[in-house]
């Protein structure tokens, strides 16, 4: 027999012996030792309080090593940190086409998950890693640090005090810092909607409360490296939403900003408007002969690094305390269905139903291995 509704909803940390004879902190370990594993790995290991890194696990056993020694913890595999008894969630930065396995794996293995966006590339996975925890009773937070970031908070709470009024225009965007000097061939297919754009359409559901995606048009091209369009690369794309209270969307996203990593969005509403995010690296303003000058960020773990304490100590906080998730996989599930209705929308050159793709959850390739 299964567990009751009670129990699949009991995060209580006595439930994981978080408040065992000499435990005396929420011990943690990560999966993925890359640029965004390590920023997590160094958030939890030195800026949260009563949180403690004991593992890093990584297919690459020296990038594990490395990481793991420079911040006091241990290297292990994935099977070992599964099976430890002295890890109480696991914090995933892995490929993206590998999430949704690891937080099922997780799950079962009775860890808290919190795993870095897109949490799955189908809907049908997405709806497997959500099942898994919640069968579980674990907590599962995915990284959508935007939802921390100071300007976005302040944002959401003139929303939610009515001064906006109804939202009824909402623009979000992503520039990726340039010049881009990846190799387009490296990039998997659909990666500007999956990877970067998600966090766009998470910001405008989440900036829209209570309201729903209904119908996605998006365009997208090869214009950083055209060269590379036959083989189905994008690098540039725009997409409208429409939400079922009337408001309309739109997010953009290019790979290649030569000032900057630059993240904003904007809410136009009824009663008012509300903008937030730049790409200034601090407020300093420089003035001189030449004209007015601001430093920019080029790395997303710069601009947003308040956010990412803040979404990591929001996770700790919910396995500790039973805090609410404030990014769930339910939340994730919705920004993905937006994504995967842009990606049928390029390939057919229609406008295409959220529902259309809900109910087609197996019909659409994401070009995965």
């Given at each position: 027999m299964g567990r009751t509704e009670m129990d699949d909803n009991d995060v209580r940390p006595e439930r994981f012996g978080l408040r065992s004879p000499g435990v005396d902190a929420l011990r943690l370990a990560v999966v993925g030792a890359g640029r965004i594993g390590a920023n997590h790995a160094e958030i939890v290991a030195r800026r949260i309080p009563g949180v403690r890194l004991v593992a890093v696990a990584d297919p690459v056993e020296s990038a594990a090593q490395r990481l793991a020694s420079e911040l006091g913890?241990?290297?292990?595999?994935?099977?070992?940190?599964?099976?430890?008894?002295?890890?109480?969630?696991?914090?995933?930065?892995?490929?993206?086409r590998a999430h949704a396995d690891l937080v099922v794996a997780a799950a079962a293995a009775g860890k808290h998950v919190f795993?870095?966006?897109?949490?799955?590339?189908?809907?049908?996975?997405?709806?497997?890693?959500?099942?898994?925890?919640?069968?579980?009773?674990?907590?599962?937070?995915?990284?959508?640090?935007?939802?921390?970031?100071?300007?976005?908070?302040?944002?959401?709470?003139?929303?939610?005090?009515?001064?906006?009024?109804?939202?009824?225009?909402?623009?979000?965007?992503?520039?990726?810092?340039?010049?881009?000097?990846g190799d387009p061939a490296r990039v998997p297919q659909w990666t500007i909607f999956?990877?970067?754009?998600?966090?766009?359409?998470?910001?405008?559901?989440?900036?829209?409360?209570?309201?729903?995606?209904?119908?996605?048009?998006?365009?997208?091209?090869?214009?950083?490296?055209?060269?590379?369009?036959?083989?189905?690369?994008?690098?540039?794309?725009?997409?409208?939403?429409?939400?079922?209270?009337?408001?309309?969307?739109?997010a953009d996203a290019n790979f290649s900003a030569l000032y900057g990593y630059d993240v904003r969005a904007e809410v136009f509403g009824s009663k008012g408007m509300v903008t937030t995010g730049n790409a200034r690296a601090t407020d300093m303003t420089f003035y001189d002969a030449d004209g007015i000058h601001t430093d920019t960020s080029r790395r997303d773990t710069d601009l947003l690094r308040s956010a990412y304490v803040a979404e990591l100590t929001a996770f700790a906080d919910s396995i500790l305390h039973g805090s609410p998730v404030r990014a769930t996989g339910a939340e994730a599930r919705t920004a993905l269905s937006i994504a995967l209705a842009a990606i049928r929308s390029v390939e057919t050159g229609a406008t295409v139903a959220i529902a259309d793709v809900d109910t087609a959850v197996h019909g659409l390739s994401t070009g995965a291995a």
């Amino acid at each position: 027999m299964g567990r009751t509704e009670m129990d699949d909803n009991d995060v209580r940390p006595e439930r994981f012996g978080l408040r065992s004879p000499g435990v005396d902190a929420l011990r943690l370990a990560v999966v993925g030792a890359g640029r965004i594993g390590a920023n997590h790995a160094e958030i939890v290991a030195r800026r949260i309080p009563g949180v403690r890194l004991v593992a890093v696990a990584d297919p690459v056993e020296s990038a594990a090593q490395r990481l793991a020694s420079e911040l006091g913890a241990e290297p292990a595999s994935l099977e070992d940190v599964l099976a430890r008894d002295d890890v109480d969630g696991v914090l995933i930065s892995a490929p993206a086409r590998a999430h949704a396995d690891l937080v099922v794996a997780a799950a079962a293995a009775g860890k808290h998950v919190f795993c870095e966006k897109p949490m799955a590339v189908t809907l049908a996975d997405a709806e497997r890693a959500v099942g898994a925890a919640e069968e579980a009773g674990v907590v599962l937070q995915v990284g959508f640090n935007r939802r921390f970031a100071p300007g976005f908070v302040a944002s959401r709470a003139r929303i939610d005090d009515g001064q906006v009024g109804n939202p009824q225009i909402l623009r979000s965007l992503t520039r990726d810092p340039g010049p881009f000097a990846g190799d387009p061939a490296r990039v998997p297919q659909w990666t500007i909607f999956l990877e970067t754009l998600i966090h766009d359409f998470d910001i405008l559901c989440w900036l829209n409360p209570g309201a729903t995606p209904q119908r996605v048009h998006a365009f997208a091209d090869a214009l950083v490296s055209p060269e590379a369009r036959s083989r189905g690369h994008l690098d540039t794309a725009v997409v409208s939403i429409q939400f079922d209270n009337g408001a309309i969307a739109t997010a953009d996203a290019n790979f290649s900003a030569l000032y900057g990593y630059d993240v904003r969005a904007e809410v136009f509403g009824s009663k008012g408007m509300v903008t937030t995010g730049n790409a200034r690296a601090t407020d300093m303003t420089f003035y001189d002969a030449d004209g007015i000058h601001t430093d920019t960020s080029r790395r997303d773990t710069d601009l947003l690094r308040s956010a990412y304490v803040a979404e990591l100590t929001a996770f700790a906080d919910s396995i500790l305390h039973g805090s609410p998730v404030r990014a769930t996989g339910a939340e994730a599930r919705t920004a993905l269905s937006i994504a995967l209705a842009a990606i049928r929308s390029v390939e057919t050159g229609a406008t295409v139903a959220i529902a259309d793709v809900d109910t087609a959850v197996h019909g659409l390739s994401t070009g995965a291995a």
